[in-house]
C-alpha cells in the first residue's frame, strides 16, 4: 500500500503557504476598492437586489422564503 502520510503533508503545508498569501493583502487597497463599491448607482443596486431577492426565493414553499416584505 503506498505512503500517503508524506503527500497529505505536503498538501497542508502547500494549504497554509496558500493562506498566507491572503494576509498580505494591503489594507489601503481594500479600503480603496469598498470605497468604489459603495459610491456605485443606487438604482441598479436596488434592481440588482431585487432580482436576486426574487431569485432566491422563487422555489421556497411560502413559510419559508428568506426575504418577506409585506
Known amino acids: ?3 500517503t502520510a ?6 497542508r503545508d502547500g494549504e497554509q503557504q ?7 493583502i ?3 487597497a481594500l ?6 463599491w459603495m459610491q456605485g448607482d443606487e438604482a441598479e443596486q436596488r434592481e ?3 432580482a436576486l431577492r426574487r431569485s432566491l426565493d422563487e422555489d421556497r414553499p411560502a ?4 426575504f ?3
Request: proline share 6%.
Open 1 to 3: 500500500m503506498p505512503d
Open 6 to 11: 508524506r503527500r497529505n503533508q505536503a498538501v
Open 18 to 24: 496558500e493562506n498566507l498569501h491572503v494576509h498580505r
Open 26 to 28: 494591503d489594507p489601503s
Open 31 to 36: 479600503t480603496k476598492l469598498l470605497d468604489e
Open 48 to 50: 440588482t437586489f431585487e
Open 63 to 66: 413559510g419559508y422564503k428568506l
Open 68 to 70: 418577506s416584505y409585506g
